[in-house]
């Protein structure tokens, strides 16, 4: 779902381009050498996720989600400050790690037999 990279300035974007445009021929050359149902099989699920991936493309192209927020006004410190750390008490601790932890369980097999 994401564009092509600038293959001018990044060689590796044109070698994985490349590789992406012979990949089907690839697969289709595959499933010459496997049993008939799994070539089959491949090929539907590429043509089937190929296409449910242009149709989610053009609806949301179409339909972009809504934010409850403007993305424009939002600062670098706003974000840091939504994601901020709540510290807790001493109790509070307490509790989460009351909440976390794990019991202690005697071994099932005798320690004369490990």
Do not use: C
Not at 16 to 26: D, F, G, Q, V
Not at 84 to 105: T, W
Request: aromatic fraction near 8%; avoid cysteine.
């Amino acid at each position: 779902l994401s564009p092509p990279a600038d293959t001018a300035k990044d060689p590796a974007a044109a070698t994985t381009n490349r590789i992406l445009a012979y990949l089907p021929l690839m697969i289709g050359w595959f499933s010459l050498s496997v049993p008939a149902g799994l070539g089959l099989y491949w090929i539907t699920n590429n043509v089937v996720t190929s296409s449910l991936s242009l149709g989610v493309k053009q609806y949301l192209k179409a339909n972009p989600p809504k934010l409850g927020v403007d993305l424009d006004t939002v600062s670098a410190a706003d974000i840091r400050d939504s994601m901020s750390y709540v510290a807790l008490n001493k109790e509070e601790m307490i509790e989460q790690a009351r909440m976390h932890a794990k019991p202690s369980r005697a071994p099932r097999i005798p320690a004369e037999f490990v």
